[in-house]
């Protein structure tokens, strides 16, 4: 016999009756419907999630917003989220919610508290509160339904922090635009205000040099004052000792008509005093009427010096009123010193005439004495007003050192104004350069682009997601991982009526080579049917979009000869037991294969089996042929399958061998599963 006629007689002894075709038939479907209807379930869940019932329950009692309006935030989320239709929301009540998620009537409910609303608005005051959206699953609905209900309530937080955050950033951006105007306001108040301190350090410099040039006149003035008051004083020391001595020529003269004779002899000294005494009295009046012609001189120069000061003509007329007393004083002062002057004159003529004419003397003796009373008078009264002259002009001279006293503060305190506006002046400078940069460095905006940049600020990054290769479904997601799934199942049904070896054939042709490539090629070529036939219905009935197909068809019939190769090879050396060893293998391969999950998630010593598993590359194999990945990785997992399925080859034709060599006592006994 040949290899093809032991795989001929095998095919054959399968088909032989209408329960053998029926059982081929039912045990070839068995991966066909393991792989097929397990992709036909999963090929698009996440885009079936608008059939999953959810509850919805507002009980958002709303709020009072930055405007005075009352906003229900709850509604509005609870708006998006029906017209979205990512899920079946039910807007219930909290009972119904409640109810219907212990009934399994929702897969699980969203709650919107009564303060929802407020909390949300809460962040513009001083008392911001975060809000909550409350989630109720029930596992008893199903583990994956609480784990979606999770990821929907992670994208309702997603976009009630965009929304609150874009309105936040906007009445952000909005108050910085409002600070901006006023920073540009206070900038060009403050170049203003520097333009006017400029000026005013200006006016303050010239205020200053007035002021010193006031107090130079008001020394000058009090010098002047000083020197009047110490003519006065002399002039008050040369009218006393007149006064006097007129008063004692009075008394002489009441003896004149009964001295006449004797006075005759003496006029002529008389006449002599008298001269002198009247040359004395025309040397004070020359003084006096020099002061009193200066009197209307100086005070115009006070007048002047005043107004070039800046002080007003209220506090002109007040300094004045000492200059005007102690003018007034020198005025009639001079009068009289000129009155008393005149009648010096007249006295010494007199003498004269008194000399030149003793003899009328005794007959004008009543006369004289009446004369010499008015002149003792008149010295009197000139002594008294050469008193009152020497007391103005020491008012005069102590109000020009206040004057000057003053005039010095005022040009020190010009001179203090003056460095005040000059630092005035540099500040206002530097606080208009200060709000300019702060105005540079604040960018002008428009309602437009403040929404703009809201938006980024509320959602500043976006994904951008780059993939080398990408499973156009969920299901082509798993497809790798069931259909070498599907693959290992089919071979495990087959050799359930598939006999491992023909004990005909090693009976009859005694090669362990041939016999053991006959008893893999019959599983190895009806699970090729197999791996066709679930080809079709991955392209055609669910239209997976395959980036090799011709690729993953060859992976596909690869991983099914391979693996028919080692159920093979465990039923030649193990019989009953290798055939259940095949069922823990393929479940020890269904959780370390990474179809699912990452490997790396695997505990220890599952994930240290993941590379010793024949179905790990025959995964990573389809994943590269399907999604259009490394042929260098297909090439390399397709090597490593070989390899896997030669070494189980040679297991079965030493097992074979073996056979041929001697028969053991499990050869002899039936089969416990047939």
Not at 225 to 250: K, M, R, Y
Not at 651 to 657: M, R
Request: aromatic share 4%; net charge negative.
């Amino acid at each position: 016999m040949t290899v093809p006629q032991i795989v001929l007689a095998e095919l054959r002894r399968l088909v032989a009756t209408p329960m053998a075709r029926l059982a081929l038939l039912a045990l070839c479907t068995v991966p066909l419907l393991y792989g097929g209807l397990y992709l036909w379930a999963n090929q698009d869940p996440q885009g079936n999630l608008g059939d999953v019932p959810v509850a919805l329950v507002v009980a958002d009692a709303g709020a009072v917003d930055d405007d005075g309006a009352t906003r229900v935030v709850g509604d509005e989320v609870a708006e998006r989220l029906v017209d979205a239709g990512d899920f079946d929301w039910h807007r219930v009540t909290a009972a119904s919610a409640a109810a219907g998620v212990e009934d399994g009537t929702y897969d699980f409910s969203v709650t919107l508290p009564a303060s929802f609303s407020a909390d949300l608005l809460s962040a513009a005051g001083d008392d911001p509160r975060q809000a909550r959206v409350v989630l109720e699953t029930n596992d008893a609905n199903g583990y994956l339904a609480g784990t979606i209900g999770e990821r929907a309530t992670d994208a309702i937080l997603a976009s009630v922090r965009e929304s609150v955050g874009e309105e936040a950033a906007g009445r952000l951006l909005l108050a910085l635009s409002d600070i901006r105007d006023g920073l540009v306001d206070a900038a060009s108040g403050a170049d203003d205000l520097a333009a006017g301190a400029a000026q005013a350090h200006d006016g303050a410099g010239a205020l200053a040099a007035g002021t010193t040039e006031l107090a130079s006149g008001a020394d000058a003035l009090a010098d002047g004052t000083a020197q009047v008051a110490s003519g006065a004083h002399a002039l008050a020391d040369g009218a006393a000792p007149l006064a006097a001595g007129l008063s004692t020529l009075q008394s002489s003269t009441a003896t004149l008509p009964a001295d006449a004779a004797a006075l005759a002899s003496g006029a002529q000294q008389v006449a002599d005093g008298n001269a002198q005494v009247a040359s004395v009295g025309a040397q004070v009046a020359g003084v006096t009427s020099a002061l009193a012609a200066d009197v209307p001189q100086t005070r115009a120069d006070v007048v002047a010096l005043l107004q070039a000061a800046g002080l007003t003509d209220a506090q002109i007329a007040d300094a004045l009123v000492p200059l005007d007393a102690l003018g007034a004083a020198v005025v009639d002062g001079d009068a009289q010193v000129q009155s008393a002057s005149g009648q010096l004159q007249t006295l010494a003529s007199g003498a004269q005439q008194v000399a030149d004419g003793a003899a009328r003397l005794s007959a004008a003796a009543p006369q004289l004495a009446g004369g010499i009373g008015q002149a003792a008078d008149g010295a009197t009264r000139l002594s008294g007003g050469a008193g009152e002259l020497a007391d103005g002009a020491d008012a005069a001279a102590t109000g020009a050192s206040t004057l000057a006293s003053g005039a010095h503060d005022a040009a020190d305190g010009a001179a203090a104004l003056d460095d005040g506006l000059a630092q005035l002046d540099d500040g206002a400078t530097r606080l208009g350069t200060g709000l300019d940069d702060a105005v540079a460095q604040i960018p002008a905006s428009s309602p437009s682009l403040r929404a703009e940049q809201a938006q980024t600020i509320a959602d500043p990054a976006a994904l951008d997601a780059d993939a080398l290769t990408s499973a156009g479904s969920y299901g082509e997601g798993l497809a790798p991982f069931f259909l070498s799934l599907a693959a290992w199942i089919g071979i495990y049904a087959l050799l359930l009526i598939v006999h491992p070896v023909s004990r005909r054939a090693v009976t009859a042709l005694r090669s362990p080579v041939q016999v053991g490539l006959a008893s893999w090629l019959a599983p190895a070529a009806l699970g090729a049917l197999q791996m066709v036939a679930l080809f079709g219905i991955v392209t055609l009935a669910l239209g997976f979009t395959l980036a090799v197909p011709l690729g993953v068809l060859g992976v596909m019939l690869l991983a099914s000869a391979v693996f028919a190769a080692i159920v093979v090879a465990l039923n030649v050396w193990l019989g009953s037991v290798g055939q259940f060893l095949g069922l823990v293998l393929m479940v020890v391969q269904l959780v370390t294969a990474g179809g699912t999950f990452p490997w790396q998630t695997l505990p220890g010593p599952l994930a240290a089996l993941h590379h010793a598993m024949p179905m790990t590359y025959a995964v990573e194999a389809l994943r590269q042929v399907m999604y259009g990945g490394s042929p260098a990785i297909a090439w390399h997992d397709a090597l490593v399958l070989a390899l896997f399925g030669a070494g189980a080859l040679v297991l079965v034709i030493l097992g074979v061998a073996r056979m041929m060599d001697h028969r053991t006592l499990r050869d002899l006994q039936p089969s416990l599963i047939g």
